[in-house]
């Protein structure tokens, strides 16, 4: 579920509030979304992958974690390098090789 | 609903309902064949439905006689012989030439082989419904996201000419007037949390079954994805790799991914089980990190290791999304039973191509591209023969829009009462009589109260007929799968485990209060072996 919008990373541009599917988060007034609706969350990071800042961040569960969560610490998952992970292994972003040119996977087990 | 202002409305070609792989397939050919386009999708065309969270391996098989025969039988018998050879063959034709076309138009970038030939077996989500969209809107397409149709518009003669949608970001409803109507609103995964598919929630087969079209395999739905326990990761195919094993680390005998499913499910019932991928070498192991980023993005953030670490798994239901059930087909253009009213993707079925056995893993993918394509023609010649429709036009919704009496019931409990008789192994997954009667008698009565007292205003209203869609899709799958009394396909009865040679037909079902379901009519039923219709 998603659980962080970090202000000081966005910039405002709405992109998660248009891309998001459940329509989750909602503009804030100063223009910084807000989590309006994180019971719609269907947790499928889309967000995370259109965030061009990566300010946002999705736990990796279908039910929202408690506040002192780490899944809720920008700082350790920045450190960790959680933090816009998706978008580093699609390879979006400038400077960045496109993850699905070089997706090839395993030969299947019969 | 209630205001008495004039809805805004738009008058096009063709409307295409779902921005998926089937959708936008749809839109670029309809507006390729010059027809002018709208294209409303529940949530966002390029992030919504099952494959842009997900990607999908396809059916893409490269244009060798051998190797096209052997693909075509290598699902006839697991699908119970409920296939087709010649829409498998129209199906590999034509998903060949989309992917040529993906690739060289839409710039997707598969990857290449040594050689420097592109493997074209698999579509990493994001990425390519995101090129989708931005073809569908050079094409000249008027997208509307955020969008759900909420009900199919219907002139004085029963051709479909539109449908009436919300605007989730006003709360308005619209309504378009269209030629013709391409439904690509994907399949019914009861909002499992399986990835990507809340948006699922079979709205398309109500509009249809409203419209009077007739739905086939409804059976075929008890598709049940593997997941870590407490995620939405159901990306099943690493699991070839797996070991599963019990809560005290004794291995589960008879557990698998593809046979041995079942076995996860009864063991489920009673306790906890594991999974590790500890079949898979190490350059397999880097191989799948390449191969599927967004598996990894979960086993990396929840801190496991699934080379090496035990963790919990959980099935998710699936219904027709990696079921095969759907609105029937009625002619090769995708037509269905209603005219003007065009089906795609996991809206419609697709037992045309996988017979009774999921269409995940391949099949799927390529029916979507396929139909897609064909429906999008389709229903362009259909609006050009027509043109526009006159003004005297209904509107086709029933529950959840219209109810019959007092508002007494939300759509949160509905939900409920559908999750409670789809979601259990016991009922959907390990399929009997003494179950599945009374989880069906149960549906029957959420939907006479759906019926009667659920209504909603405003943004809430596209919430109250996903609702009754799923009670609608639940009642039809549980009633296909009691008149199916044998075992078929995915379609397993542990009252009746064997294949019964006299059931080798289709069953259609239909209705809304009253349900039926029936064998397809003899002239299309299928010959005894090979599956090619009369
Ligand atoms: C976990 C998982 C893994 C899978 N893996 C594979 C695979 O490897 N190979 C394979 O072949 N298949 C696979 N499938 C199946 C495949 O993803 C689907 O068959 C495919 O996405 C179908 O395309 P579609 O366009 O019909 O539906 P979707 O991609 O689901 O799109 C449906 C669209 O319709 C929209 N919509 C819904 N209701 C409305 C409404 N009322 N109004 C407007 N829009 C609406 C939704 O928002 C969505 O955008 C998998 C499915 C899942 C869930
Ligand atoms: S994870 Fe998906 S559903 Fe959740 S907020 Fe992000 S885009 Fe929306
Ligand atoms: S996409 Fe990222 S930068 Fe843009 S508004 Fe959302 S959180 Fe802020």
Known sequence: MIEIVEPGRCIACDRCVEVCPTRVFDRGADGIPVIARQDSCQTCFQCEAYCPTDALFVAPLVTAVAADSHFRDVTELEGSGLLGGYRRELGWGRGRTLGARTAIGPEYPD | ?534
């Open chain 2, 1 to 534: 609903m209630t205001s008495n202002d004039p809805e805004p409305t738009l008058n096009t070609d063709v409307l295409v309902i779902g921005g998926g792989p089937a959708g936008t397939w749809a839109a670029i050919k309809a507006a390729q064949a010059g027809a002018d386009v709208v294209l409303a999708d529940k949530g966002y065309t390029g992030t919504s439905g099952a494959t842009a969270s997900v990607g999908t391996g396809i059916w893409y098989v490269d244009d060798v006689p051998e190797l096209r025969e052997a693909a075509m039988a290598s699902r006839e018998a697991l699908g119970g012989h409920l296939a087709d050879r010649d829409w498998m063959a129209r199906v590999l034709d034509e998903t060949h030439a989309r992917m040529d076309e993906l690739a060289r138009i839409q710039r997707y970038p598969f990857p290449v082989d040594s050689d420097g030939r592109q493997l074209r077996g698999d579509l990493q989500g994001p990425e390519y419904m995101r090129r989708q969209r931005t073809r569908v809107q050079r094409l000249g397409v008027r997208v509307l996201d955020h969008t759900p149709a909420l009900e199919l518009l219907t002139d004085t003669d029963g051709v479909v000419s539109g449908a009436r949608a919300l605007d989730r970001t006003t709360g308005e409803t619209v309504r378009v007037q269209a030629g013709a109507v391409v439904l690509a609103a994907g399949g019914c995964a009861f909002r499992s949390k399986t990835l990507g598919c809340d948006v699922n929630t079979g709205d398309g087969a109500l509009l249809a079954v409203e419209a009077g079209a007739r739905l086939s395999g409804m059976e075929f739905s008890n598709a049940y994805a593997i997941a870590p326990k407490g995620t939405s990761l159901t990306k099943t195919a690493y699991y070839s790799w797996a070991t599963f094993y019990r809560a005290d680390g004794s291995v589960l005998d008879g557990a698998g991914s593809t046979r041995g499913r079942s076995v996860i499910a009864k063991t489920l019932l009673t306790e906890p089980v594991y999974a590790r991928f500890d079949r898979a070498a190490p350059h397999e192991q880097r191989a799948m990190r390449k191969g599927q980023p967004n598996t990894f993005l979960v086993f990396d953030r929840l801190g496991i290791n699934p080379f090496t670490d035990l963790f919990e798994v959980t099935l998710l239901a699936e219904g027709t999304v990696r079921g095969t059930g759907g609105v029937r087909i009625a002619d090769h253009d995708c037509s269905t039973d209603v005219p003007g009213l065009y089906a795609a993707g996991d809206t419609a079925t697709r037992e045309l191509i996988c017979g009774g056995f999921t269409g995940g893993g391949s099949h799927n993918a390529a029916w979507a591209v396929s139909s897609g394509s064909w429906a999008g023609r389709g229903a362009a010649g259909f609006a050009a023969r027509r043109g526009r429709p006159g003004r005297a036009l209904r509107a086709a919704g029933t529950a959840g829009l219209r109810p019959t009496g007092p508002v007494t019931i939300g759509h949160r409990e509905a939900v409920d009462a559908v999750q409670r008789e789809i979601l259990p192994y016991d009922r959907n997954y390990l399929r009997h009589a003494d179950r599945l009667e009374p989880a069906l008698r149960s549906l029957h009565r959420t939907w006479s109260a759906v019926r009667e007292g659920l209504g909603a205003d405003g943004e809430e209203l596209f919430r109250a007929r996903e609702a009754a869609a799923m009670v609608a899709h639940g009642r039809w799958m549980y009633h296909a799968a009691l008149r199916r009394t044998e075992s078929r396909g995915m379609h397993k009865r542990t009252d009746h485990p064997a294949l019964d040679p006299a059931q080798h037909h289709r069953l259609l079902t239909g209705g809304l209060d009253e349900i039926w379901s029936r064998p397809e009519t003899p002239r299309r039923q299928l010959l005894a072996n090979g599956g090619r219709a009369a």
